[in-house]
């Protein structure tokens, strides 16, 4: 049984120890009972010091009162707080921003005995916003300062594309952390406290002890894949950021007719549009159908295409939900025409184009969507014609679909 109870105090200190978030349990005073590992860092404390202490044994009293007047609104009414964001500023002067959820814990008769709270840092999440903020604002000032508002629109416009895919996934974050599962760690640890002078005849025992391993490894296998799928979402942030930081790139050539040829694999490079609307395809339902044929590394304008690729990738979406298509889905086809050329095509099953309509969906200022401004496309069509290339468009008529073709000459070598 001391081997047993040994590895239930393991399993639920593990929890604390090794968790990169802020988590404390506080008494109906708003003192410490408990605390992760990362926690007691923070405040430059070994875990045994941290009980009986409060926020103002570490930090300035105007900076503590609101959050000790936080905590006891929530005593006294049992609401939660969740998912806030707050920003910090550490003793070296640095800049750091956590999203905090805060709740009550009770005992086993339902009174509200203290507050449990977790900080999530989302520093990283918060510096990208910024990054951002500051590449518009910058990108917008010099387009004026250069009387270039053509190519501000250009880039705002395809930037536009993929920002929509960014608030997205942050949004998916967001939600995440918010619904984490850690609030119910306070009643299991309050339990075991109250069972604490017969721990062993309580694990052994009594139904609910003997549940407490099985629901400490479904909490831990919970944590463990909470944590690997922000992991990827924040990857997939990241590589959102880095295309729109290519696209800036990429209009300061925009003048030029010949870009900046790459190695690239076309399946890859298609694949890396898709992935920019993953999550956004995802949550609306849209069903994706990849028709690659195998070909081999080619040379291209990686930033041109991926360009393209967005921009369609956004309107077949848009398509399926202007007929609220029921079954929407997006066909994506790769495939070599002749010795040197390749085709993309972009399909869909949404709302169609009328024949009257298909001659005038490439020129400038046409649109047929709400809210649309008619430049995506006539930019898609010059930018294929700058690298020798077209981009067409076929549909039956309205409410058909419609599918684009995007041709290109490619080259297995740089010439």
Avoid at 202 to 219: A, C, K, N, T, V
Avoid at 233 to 258: K, M, N, P, T, W
Avoid at 370 to 382: E, S, T
């Amino acid at each position: 049984m001391k081997e047993q109870n040994a590895s239930d105090s393991e399993m639920l200190q593990m929890l604390l120890d090794d968790s990169p978030d802020l988590i404390y349990f506080k008494d109906r005073n708003s003192r410490f009972i408990r605390g992760s590992q990362a926690l007691c860092e923070h405040l430059n404390l070994a875990p045994a010091e941290l009980p009986g202490k409060s926020d103002f044994d570490f930090f300035a009293p105007e900076r503590v009162q609101p959050h000790f007047e936080e905590e006891q609104e929530i005593i006294r009414t049992g609401r939660p707080l969740i998912g806030r964001v707050e920003e910090n500023i550490s003793q070296d002067g640095k800049r750091w921003w956590v999203l905090t959820s805060k709740a009550a814990f009770y005992d086993q008769s339902g009174n509200i005995v203290g507050t449990f709270g977790i900080s999530k840092n989302i520093t990283d999440l918060k510096a990208a916003e910024m990054k951002l903020a500051l590449a518009h604002k910058e990108l917008v000032a010099a387009s004026r300062a250069a009387g270039m508002a053509e190519v501000a629109i250009s880039v705002l416009h395809n930037v536009g594309n993929v920002l929509n895919s960014v608030n997205v996934s942050a949004g998916l974050i967001r939600d995440s952390l918010q619904k984490s599962r850690l609030t119910n760690l306070a009643r299991l640890v309050e339990l075991l406290r109250k069972n604490e002078p017969n721990l062993a005849n309580f694990l052994s025992q009594d139904e609910r002890g003997r549940q407490i391993i099985p629901y400490l490894e479904q909490f831990i296998a919970h944590l463990q894949s909470e944590q690997t799928a922000l992991g990827r979402e924040l990857e997939s942030l990241v590589g959102r950021i880095e295309h729109i930081i290519e696209i800036v790139a990429a209009q300061q050539d925009y003048a030029s007719a010949a870009g900046v040829l790459e190695r690239i694999v076309p399946a890859e490079l298609v694949g890396n549009a898709l992935e920019i609307h993953r999550v956004d395809y995802q949550r609306l339902g849209v069903v994706v159908v990849r028709e690659f044929d195998p070909l081999p590394e080619v040379f291209l304008d990686r930033h041109k295409v991926l360009q393209i690729l967005v921009n369609l990738l956004h309107n077949a979406k848009s398509a399926c939900l202007a007929v609220n298509q029921p079954h929407p889905q997006v066909t994506v086809r790769l495939k070599s025409v002749g010795a040197n050329r390749i085709q993309i095509q972009v399909a869909d099953n949404g709302i169609g184009i009328p024949p009257e309509n298909l001659r005038r969906v490439f020129a400038q200022d046409f649109t047929s969507r709400k809210g649309g401004h008619g430049l995506g496309l006539h930019r898609d069509v010059l930018a294929a014609r700058e690298m020798s290339g077209d981009l067409t468009v076929q549909s039956a008529g309205e409410g058909r679909g419609a599918t684009f073709t995007l041709e290109l000459p490619v080259s297995k070598k740089m010439t």
